[in-house]
C-alpha cells in the first residue's frame, strides 16, 4: 500500500507516470479518489486520460518552479512540517498575487 495515500485528504489523485502502478491505482479507488495518470509506454493495457484535468498538475508545477525562487522553501530549511507548509502558503501568496508597491521616487525628482 502506498504510504503517501495514507495522509492524503483529497477527492482527486494528479500524478505523472512515474506513479503509474496498479497498487496506486487500486489504493486511490479504495479511498474514493479519481485518480489521474498517464499510461506508461509499457502498460498493455491503456487507461483513458482526463487532458483537462491533467493539466491542472502542470499549473501547480509552475506554482512551484515559480516558489523556489525563496531559499526557504527550496531547501526545506524548517524542521516542522506546519511551519514549512505556512510559508509555502505564504510564498504561492506571494507569487500569485503580488502586491502593487509603488516605486520609490529618486531624490531628484524632488528638486
Same mark, same amino acid.
Given at each position: 500500500m502506498p504510504e503517501f495515500l495514507d &495522509?492524503? /485528504?483529497?477527492?482527486?489523485?494528479?500524478?505523472? $507516470?512515474?506513479?503509474?502502478?496498479? $497498487? *496506486?491505482v487500486q489504493a486511490s479507488q479504495k479511498r474514493g479518489m479519481q485518480f489521474v495518470i498517464p499510461s506508461r509506454v509499457n502498460r498493455? $493495457?491503456?487507461? *483513458?486520460?482526463?487532458? %483537462?484535468?491533467? $493539466?491542472?498538475? %502542470?499549473? &501547480?508545477?509552475?506554482? +512551484? /518552479?515559480?516558489?523556489k525562487v525563496f531559499r526557504r522553501v527550496a531547501t526545506c530549511f524548517d524542521k516542522r512540517d506546519f511551519t514549512f507548509f505556512g +510559508? &509555502? %502558503? *505564504?510564498?504561492s501568496t506571494h507569487k500569485v498575487a503580488p502586491l502593487n508597491v509603488p516605486e520609490t521616487h529618486s531624490s531628484r525628482n524632488y528638486i
Open positions: &495522509v492524503l /485528504q483529497a477527492q482527486a489523485l494528479l500524478v505523472d $507516470k512515474a506513479y503509474d502502478s496498479d $497498487k *496506486i498493455k $493495457k491503456l487507461r *483513458i486520460l482526463d487532458r %483537462h484535468r491533467y $493539466k491542472a498538475c %502542470h499549473l &501547480v508545477e509552475n506554482l +512551484f /518552479q515559480r516558489m +510559508f &509555502v %502558503h *505564504i510564498a
